[in-house]
């Protein structure tokens, strides 16, 4: 079977770095996966790069917010223990 390397799976595979098929069967299951998976792929790799970016902006936003209130009996706690220390309270009106 002759098929021209002007068809559109042939460029589609090329651009995709894939090597081209001898056989007809190798290109049919070629040309599905790379129909299906190569776009799922692009449209997860959306999310991921969002949560990427985004993770790290709103920990340093919830980072600043948290540096004007005063801390936390809990975390004070956490510190305390982690450094083996037992801190004197104060207790105000």
């Keep these: 079977m002759k098929i021209s390397r002007r068809t559109w ?3 589609y595979l090329r651009r995709l770095e894939v ?15 790379a129909l299906t998976l190569f776009p799922l ?11 990427a970016a985004g993770i790290p902006w709103l920990i340093d936003r ?11 009996l809990l975390g004070e706690w956490l510190r305390a223990k982690k450094a083996k220390v037992c801190p004197l309270l ?3 009106d």
């Excluded at 090597?19 to 040309?31: F, Y």
């Excluded at 792929?41 to 949560?51: E, F, S």
């Excluded at 919830?62 to 936390?72: D, I, M, V």
């Design 19 to 33: 090597d081209i098929p001898q056989n007809l069967c190798s290109l049919t299951w070629k040309l599905l996966i």
């Design 41 to 51: 792929m692009v449209v997860a790799a959306g999310p991921i790069i969002v949560l």
């Design 9 to 11: 799976h042939y460029r």
């Design 90 to 92: 104060e207790w105000v």
């Design 62 to 72: 919830r980072r600043a917010k948290r540096g004007t209130k005063a801390p936390s």
